[in-house]
């Protein structure tokens, strides 16, 4: 009698293995499927993207002199803020110099569309300021990243200095009490 209980018991369990088993070799299949769907979507999707701006690269002339000179000056900003990452105070006006910038490039928009042919050989400055947020806003926002990110690493190191005189500190507390 136990062994037909084992029997059962043991069919039964086979049975349960079985269909998980089965359920989840479905899953899979469709786990499969619908990454290859997203994935040849996603390459197929990106393909718009790149010929616009292969076609924004392309439309741009990048030897007029004021071009190179913000080009130069994004380098040296980039190069300051490289240089200066241990200056945590000289790092924070530097920040809020990029976000002033980013937060004027509307008004600088305005401002070069309707003066654009003192200085530009075309008209870079649409009203959306698609030129203005690439060229200009983008680099300064890179910048800005980059000296958040080193903001938190630099905390992070604090932290932990703080954390290990702290228990450089109790140790020592309890050394005292035991003498």
């Known amino acids: 009698m136990a062994e037909e209980a084992a029997a059962a018991g043991s069919s039964v369990v086979g049975r349960a293995v079985e269909e998980v088993r089965s359920a989840l070799n479905e899953h899979a299949d469709v786990v499969a499927e619908l990454f290859g769907r997203v994935s040849s979507e996603l390459r197929t999707g990106f393909a718009p993207a790149v ?6 690269f392309h439309a741009v002339d990048w030897k007029e002199p004021w071009l190179i000179s913000m080009l130069t000056f994004h380098a040296i900003l980039l190069l300051v803020t490289i240089i ?5 105070n000289f790092q924070l ?4 110099l990029t976000f002033s910038g980013v937060f004027l490039a509307e008004r600088i928009n305005t401002f070069l ?3 654009w042919k003192s200085f530009s050989s075309q008209n870079y400055f649409d009203s959306q300021g698609l ?13 800005t990243i980059l000296i958040l990110v080193n903001t938190l690493v630099t905390l992070c190191m604090l932290i932990v200095r703080w ?7 109790r140790a020592r507390q309890a050394r005292n009490k035991q003498d």
């Open 51 to 56: 010929d616009s701006f292969i076609g924004f």
């Open 84 to 88: 200066s990452r241990r200056n945590v």
């Open 93 to 96: 006006i530097l920040s809020a």
């Open 113 to 115: 569309g309707q003066n």
């Open 131 to 143: 030129f203005i947020s690439v060229v200009w806003s983008g680099p300064l926002l890179l910048i």
């Open 163 to 169: 954390k290990r005189a702290e228990l450089r500190h």
